[in-house]
C-alpha cells in the first residue's frame, strides 16, 4: 500500500510539473501594442436641451425629449458616437399591504441596455403612457467612440419629471 501511495504522489507531481511547462510561451515576437499618452476631453451628454447630471424637466417636456437621441459632445463642439449605455426608468407605483388593505407609496424600476439612438420605439411608447411628475429617466454607463475610433465613457444624465 506504500508503494501506491508513492506511486500517486509521484504521478501528481509529474502531472503539475509538465502543466506548467506547456502553459509557458515560447520567446518569441511579441503582440504587445504601445498607447501614446492620450487625455480623453471632458464630454457633455444632453438629450435636446438638457445636458449633464441631474435635471428637472416638466413631465409633458420629459415626454417629447424621451424620443430624442442621446448627443455626445465636447467643448469643441466634436460629436462622438454612442456604443452602448443603460436606460432606466424609475416609476412612481403604490403597494397595498393585504393584511390591513393599507396603500403604501412604492417605486418600480425597469431598465435595459442599449446599442442605438434613440430608444427603442416601444420604450419610448411605454414611458410616455406611463410618466407621472417625481418619476426618474437615467442614461448611464454610456460609452461612446471619437473619429479614431478610441473609446471612453461619457458622463451620466438624470432626468427628473416635475
Known amino acids: 500500500m506504500r508503494t501506491e501511495f508513492k506511486t500517486l504522489l509521484l504521478l ?9 511547462n506547456y502553459g509557458q510561451k515560447i520567446a518569441g515576437k511579441s503582440n504587445i501594442v504601445t498607447i501614446k499618452n492620450y487625455k480623453p476631453p471632458k464630454l457633455t451628454t444632453s438629450l435636446g436641451s438638457f445636458a449633464d447630471s441631474l435635471q428637472t424637466v416638466p413631465t ?3 415626454e417629447v425629449i424621451i424620443a430624442l437621441p442621446l448627443t455626445i459632445t465636447d ?10 449605455y443603460n436606460f432606466l426608468y424609475k416609476r412612481r407605483v403604490v403597494t397595498e399591504d393585504e393584511a390591513t388593505g393599507k396603500v403604501s ?6 431598465s435595459g441596455m442599449f446599442k442605438s439612438v434613440p430608444l427603442p420605439t416601444i420604450w419610448i411608447e411605454q414611458v410616455r403612457e406611463n410618466l407621472k411628475p417625481g418619476e ?4 448611464f454607463d454610456i460609452i461612446v467612440k471619437d473619429a479614431q475610433g478610441r473609446v471612453m465613457y ?9
Open 136 to 139: 426618474e429617466l437615467y442614461f
Open 60 to 62: 409633458p417636456q420629459a
Open 75 to 84: 467643448a469643441k463642439k466634436n460629436s462622438y458616437t454612442v456604443s452602448s
Open 105 to 110: 407609496p412604492a417605486s418600480s424600476v425597469t
Open 154 to 162: 461619457a458622463p451620466n444624465l438624470k432626468i427628473v419629471t416635475q
Open 12 to 20: 501528481v507531481f509529474t502531472c503539475f510539473f509538465i502543466g506548467t
